[in-house]
Each structure stands twice: as C-alpha cells, then as structure tokens.
C-alpha cells in the first residue's frame, strides 16, 4: 500500500492510495467465495457455480464492489494515522488500474489551514460576580419547606399563602385577519401565589377570587394574548415550623440543625452564581474569539451542518417537531449570522485544541466525577469513569471545559456586577440587532462533538464506467 496526501489550504484535500495486485486478492478472494455461496444457476447446486463462470457473467459487479470494500477497509485508518479530522463525507473521484494494481483517488474535506489571531495578549473579559444574600436563602429554605406544608382545600383566595388550581385556554388576536383570533387549550396548572418567581401581574389576579369562578386575563405587556381562566380548586398553605426538625426532613438526616442547612443552601446558591458568570465570561471569549477571526474561510459542508445544526436547536427550543420542514427556509432566513458563528467556532475550538494540546485524561475525569458524584448515587467512580469515558458527548464537554481554562488563564477580568453586566449585554443586544437584524441571544452556540463518524461506500453510490479505469461524471459519496 502506497498512500500520497495532496493538500489544499481551503482543506479540499485528496488521497491518492495505490493498492498492490496482492493487497486486493484477498478482498477479491472473499467477494467471489461469498458470490459461490449464495449464486443459483439452473445445472448446479447451490455453492458449487465454478468462479470462472461467476466471473464471466458477474466480475465487473463483483469487483466494483470489491473496491468499495477495499477503500472502505483502508481509508478510516489512514484517516486515523493521519489525524485527519473530516467535515463531510469522503468522494471516490476516481480509480486508475495499472498492471500493479488500482490506485483510488479519494477527496475529502478537512478543516482548512488558517491563523487564529492573537488571544494570549488581547482577551479581556467582564467577571459576573455575586455574594449570596441571606433573603436568598430564606427563600430557597422557604421553597424546600413548602413541600412539607399541609394543605387545606377553601373556597376563595385570601392571600398570597394559597395553591390555585385552575384551566386555561389561550386566545392569539390577528386584527388582520377576519376571525379576529384563534385559541388553544393549555389543559389544567396548579401554582403557588407566593413563588418568588411567579410573575405579580399574574398572580394577583388569583386574589379573593373563588373556586369555579371564571374570568378574562390580558397580559398588558402582551396584548395579542388573552387569557380565559377558570378556577378549579383552592387550597390554602399551612407552612411547617422550621427548625432543626425539619432541616433533618428536608436534608434526609444529612443535617442536624437548620444552621448546617442554611449553610449547605448559602454554597449552593453561590455555586450556581460562581456557574452562571462561568458560562459568561467563556460566552464572552467565544464572541471575542469569532469576531477576531470573522474571515476565516468556511467550507460550504461545514455551513451545511451548521444550518442543520441551528434548526435542530431552534425548534427544540419552540417545540416544533425536527421533521417539520415547512419552515426551515424561513427560519434561516431570520437566522443572521448564528449559524456562521456555529460553523466557525467549530473550526476555531477544532484548531484551539491543537494549539494549545488539549486532552482529555484521567485526572480530568476523575475530578468530574467527584464533583458530580451526587448524581451518580449507587455506582463506585471507578465504575462512573468507565460511563464517562465511553460517552463522547460528557468527554467532548470536558475538552471544551478544559479549553476555557486555559484560555480564561489568559485573560485579563474586569470584576463586575450581575446588574450591570445585564445592563451592558442589552445594549449589545441592541447594537447587534440594528446592524444584523436579528436577535443573537435567542440560541446558544451549539456544543459539536469533534469526532468523526466512521464512513462507508455503499453499492449504489459508485458506478464504475465501462473501462473500469475511472469513476462517472458523478461524484459518488462515502456513506456514513
């Protein structure tokens, strides 16, 4: 086997691989011993058609695909050996039969070669930072003791201190057209009036209303919308004592004092503030980091995938059904410049990687899996490290982890407040809307696993032309 590697700095690349005469008889050994096995011909039992007549009558067939064989056996481990990080699915251009052997000329598409501009001396990024507060945490101890109230059923709404079960159909107005407005059921909710996260308009329109009671809402925020309600059942919130008592309830016997659970809730509570400006600042490094580089050449397949990529995401988030294809072009077409920063923040993590030699070992496994360990309860972490390392999609996260920590190593923060941040991403906001139109905030970029997906030929994706010396017009794919 001889292998030549023609590069391209677009990385449309080619692999000229020449197999001997004696590399492909084993190949056509078996293609023609399983042909024997299963071939009937009127005059012979099955199994025992003679190959020469096999090949009189079906050796072109059989030895196309043969070659499909052949490349599908070798070019993964080339790709393999060579590193080679695909982005589509490899082409046969064409076949050369020489009296040696057959040379297979393959094009595939790898990540192109590009310069990512400076980010060790240039990256500064806002720190979101975050002190929990001692309301916070009576309201998360407030939350976790509401499962342990009593509930009594009553006939109106006094309070706040009060669960409101209720149906509720939603009214869409169109003024222009002539129905005026369509509607759909949203079934049966039950909410807690007094959840910190309840929006106040809604939830006083519950106060001293009845059971049974109907009634009208229109959101003044929103008044394309209304609301037609109808109050199925009330009960009113009998809240626990809390003490240590019910710390040891609420904990599992974890705790014995509610001092130790309002501990325990104060450093969750902060590490989900210290997670948030986390992901913050690294959604500021990626933006950084794809508009330094905004000219980088894409290759048309990566920007396939990328728009595939982009309407998988956005109709998860809206819940409509990844088969429904009526509005794709519709929805690229509002889409801006997201499934650009996609592709390319693909191309840059892709090239980071190398740059900065990142693996993912042991010891970054090992630490996943102490900080998760509560949600792998019953398993040792031995056993958890085995599940990690045999799933690609934790694995791709923890190299993308593990980039960031290298890359936030560089930066220079500026230490600020969660309000203020917020304040600073809305005029971005806006700033991007006018010069794009379109709302950059509505999908996060989207995690891509890097590895590749093992390719095959199929029979009916290549056909040999009749000198059997190159492929047709037609540029057949690899199958994956």
């Known amino acids: 086997m001889e292998k030549t590697i023609i590069e391209n700095e677009n990385g449309e690349n080619k692999l000229e691989l020449f197999i001997?005469?004696?590399?492909?008889?084993?190949?056509?050994?078996?293609?023609?011993a399983e042909a024997q096995k299963n071939m009937k011909i009127p005059g012979f039992r099955p199994g025992h058609v003679p190959q020469n007549m096999i090949k009189n009558m079906y050796g072109k067939a059989i030895e196309a695909d043969t070659n499909i064989d052949i490349v599908n056996d070798y070019f993964p481990r080339i790709a393999a050996e060579e590193n080679i990080i695909?982005?589509?699915?490899?082409?046969?251009?064409?076949?050369?039969k020489t009296d040696e052997g057959i040379k297979y000329i393959i094009g595939y598409q790898t990540i192109p070669d590009f310069q990512i501009k400076d980010y060790k001396d240039n990256l500064t990024v806002f720190e979101p930072v975050h002190i929990v507060q001692s309301e916070e945490i009576e309201n998360k101890l407030d939350e976790l003791a509401f499962?342990?109230?009593?509930?009594?059923?009553?006939?109106?709404?006094e309070s706040l201190s009060y669960t409101v079960k209720f149906n509720i159909i939603t009214h869409h107005h169109h003024e222009e057209e002539e129905e005026g407005h369509d509607h759909e059921d949203s079934g049966t909710d039950e909410i807690y009036l007094s959840h910190p996260q309840l929006d106040h308009e809604f939830r006083d329109i519950f106060l001293n209303r009845k059971v049974n009671e109907k009634f009208d809402f229109t959101p003044e925020n929103d008044p394309t919308h209304s609301y037609e309600i109808e109050i199925t059942g009330i009960s009113r919130i009998i809240p626990p004592i809390i003490?240590?008592?019910?710390?040891?309830?609420?904990s599992q016997n974890k705790f014995d004092t509610l001092e130790e659970l309002r501990n325990s809730i104060e450093l969750e509570l902060q590490d989900a503030w210290d997670e948030e400006s986390r992901h913050e600042m690294e959604d500021q490094i990626r933006e950084f980091l794809i508009q330094e580089n905004w000219d980088i050449y894409i290759p048309e397949q990566l920007m396939q995938i990328s728009n595939l990529d982009y309407l998988k995401s956005v109709k998860k988030h809206y819940n409509i059904p990844e088969n429904e294809t009526n509005l794709d072009a519709t929805l690229l077409q509002y889409?801006?410049?997201?499934?650009?920063?996609?592709?390319?923040?693909?191309?840059?993590?892709t090239k980071l990687y190398k740059l900065e030699n990142v693996e993912v070992e042991d010891s970054d496994i090992d630490a996943f899996v102490e900080k998760q360990s509560q949600y792998f309860q019953g398993l040792s972490p031995?056993?958890?490290?085995?599940i990690i390392r045999k799933n690609a999609d934790l694995l791709a996260r923890l190299k993308e982890d593990k980039l960031f920590e290298i890359l936030l190593g560089y930066a220079t923060t500026e230490e600020i407040s969660f309000d203020d941040y917020a304040v600073k991403k809305q005029i971005q906001a806006r700033e991007n809307e006018s010069t794009a139109n379109t709302d950059n905030d509505e999908i996060d970029i989207i995690e891509e696993d890097?590895?590749?997906?093992s390719m095959e030929f199929t029979d009916d994706e290549m056909e040999i032309n009749d000198n059997e010396s190159s492929m047709t017009d037609d540029e057949e794919e690899i199958k994956e």
């Open 243 to 250: 003490d240590d008592e019910l710390a040891k309830k609420i």
């Open 147 to 157: 499962n342990f109230a009593e509930k009594e059923p009553a006939e109106i709404v």
């Open 86 to 96: 695909l982005l589509s699915n490899p082409n046969l251009l064409d076949i050369q």
């Open 335 to 349: 889409a801006g410049d997201m499934p650009k920063k996609i592709a390319l923040w693909d191309l840059l993590r």
């Open 382 to 386: 031995e056993a958890t490290a085995d």
């Open 20 to 32: 001997s005469n004696e590399e492909i008889k084993p190949f056509l050994d078996k293609a023609y």
């Open 450 to 453: 890097d590895t590749t997906e």
